[in-house]
């Protein structure tokens, strides 16, 4: 349905529409949205734990997890609100690494990412191996800042960024897909920005 | 009719039946929707506007009205200047344009369903709009939650729903309203011209008669981050405060 009056002419300038996903538009700045306050995780209380079902397999404190292989990751990321940015830098640790350094293969199809908030969002494991995603520690070479979802953030860049868990504490292995905190509040299980899958009656 | 029609878009086509300007900034748009919509008080709806040349721009706005009052819409837009979809608002709709509206969308910022305990309610600018819709909703259902509004402008004349606002506040029915001008004098006795801080936050909580259940907060990223830590300060569990942010 063609709306009158409206033309496409106020349209950001964009230099690559082929990557910019249905229905959204590009954004210049990092907008911040988060469900709660910022918490404020200090490093010396900062910890990661690898779960299957309700048994830890193992758990990295700062430092340990600091020490394991850095990547480089530069992306474009897709929020669920509309807007994409591109290009973001960011730095971690593979998500291959983290199983590799836990001599972990995946024990299920399916993951719950934790985070010191008590935010939820469920990822397949296949979106998170390969080299598809990772725990970021830096963004433009810096310390992720709190509104960002410092000291670690998850990074899923290929699906909408409510998957990216911020202040991230713990990857759980999960039997079935397991709804998380968005999932559970009318938002897509699975989120494919280019499939446009926004909200839970998406197909 | 056929399977294929059974499957309903989501989107449905609303008509644009009253526009009333509430601030220099700030028009409401009051759309009669083509199905039924049922809605919670505090959830928003997308706005999707298509050119002819196919491009489409969709953006999310809350909801302003009661969700007893659900077969008119009220979406209260803030004009954006470098915007796309506000300044179309602002400029070119009309009583009896239509454009299409999905939702309602979000299920966290909310008015709750069991009304545990007193409500305080923080809203920046615009970031007031859905809690207008949990204030008109309470006022609707005749409840008898106690609820503290905190309602941060630049200026006395970007109070949006300033008059509903105060009228309700007069009725002394458990609906406290503080006003604080963050540019401006304070006009009435009780209300503040400062940012929102700690002490603001104690002394509006102070006015409920046990502390709060549940708060909410929305507005820019800034005064969110501001209005939840001066919240957190003030004796609230992080856990108890739900925020909206524009993102920017």
């Given at each position: 349905m063609v709306t009158r009056g409206f033309s496409s002419g106020r349209r950001p300038p964009t230099d690559g529409d082929a990557r910019i996903p249905p229905g959204q538009y590009l954004e210049q700045g990092f907008p911040v949205l988060s469900a709660g306050p910022t918490p404020r995780v200090r490093i010396e209380d900062w910890s990661f734990t690898l779960k299957h079902g309700p048994r830890p397999i193992k758990t990295w404190n700062w430092a340990e997890f600091n020490a394991l292989p850095l990547t480089k990751m530069t992306r474009d990321i897709h929020c669920v609100t509309a807007w994409t940015k591109f290009d973001t830098p960011w730095q971690g640790v593979l998500v291959d690494d983290i199983l590799a350094d836990a001599g972990l293969e995946p024990p299920t199809g399916f993951t719950l990412a934790h985070a010191f908030d008590g935010y939820t969002t469920n990822v397949p494991v296949k979106d998170l191996t390969a080299g598809k995603a990772m725990v970021a520690l830096l963004y433009e070479g810096k310390p992720i800042t709190p509104d960002h979802g410092g000291p670690a953030r998850l990074l899923v860049p290929h699906l909408y960024f409510w998957k990216s868990a911020k202040w991230l504490n713990g990857l759980q292995f999960t039997t079935h897909d397991e709804p998380g905190f968005w999932e559970l509040r009318g938002y897509h299980i699975y989120g494919d920005p280019w499939r446009e899958q926004r909200y839970k009656d998406d197909p | 009719m056929s399977d294929a029609a059974a499957v309903q878009s989501p989107w449905q086509t609303v008509r644009i039946v009253r526009i009333e300007k509430r601030t220099p900034r700030a028009t409401s748009f009051f759309f009669q929707p083509s199905r039924p919509f049922a809605y919670r008080a505090g959830q928003h709806v997308d706005v999707r506007l298509t050119a002819p040349d196919g491009y489409q721009a969709r953006r999310s706005y809350s909801i302003a009205s009661a969700p007893e009052t659900n077969d008119v819409i009220e979406l209260a837009i803030e004009k954006l200047d470098d915007g796309e979809v506000s300044p179309f608002f602002h400029e070119v709709a009309a009583i009896g344009d239509e454009i299409e509206l999905r939702g309602p969308l979000g299920g966290h910022f909310v008015w709750p369903e069991d009304e545990n305990g007193p409500l305080v309610l923080v809203g920046g600018g615009s970031g007031v709009v859905p809690l207008m819709s949990m204030v008109r909703h309470r006022a609707a259902q005749n409840s008898s939650v106690p609820v503290v509004l905190v309602f941060s402008a630049r200026v006395w004349d970007e109070v949006i729903f300033r008059d509903e606002l105060i009228t309700l506040d007069d009725r002394q029915h458990g609906f406290d309203l503080v006003l604080t001008l963050t540019r401006e004098a304070a006009r009435r006795p009780a209300d503040y011209s400062r940012r929102v801080d700690v002490a603001m936050m104690a002394q509006a909580m102070a006015?409920?008669?046990?502390?709060?259940g549940l708060a909410f907060v929305c507005g820019s990223n800034a005064f969110v981050s501001a209005a939840a830590q001066a919240l957190i300060d003030a004796g609230v569990a992080a856990q108890n405060i739900r925020t909206e942010r524009y993102g920017v």
């Open positions: - | 006015r409920l008669p046990e502390p709060p």
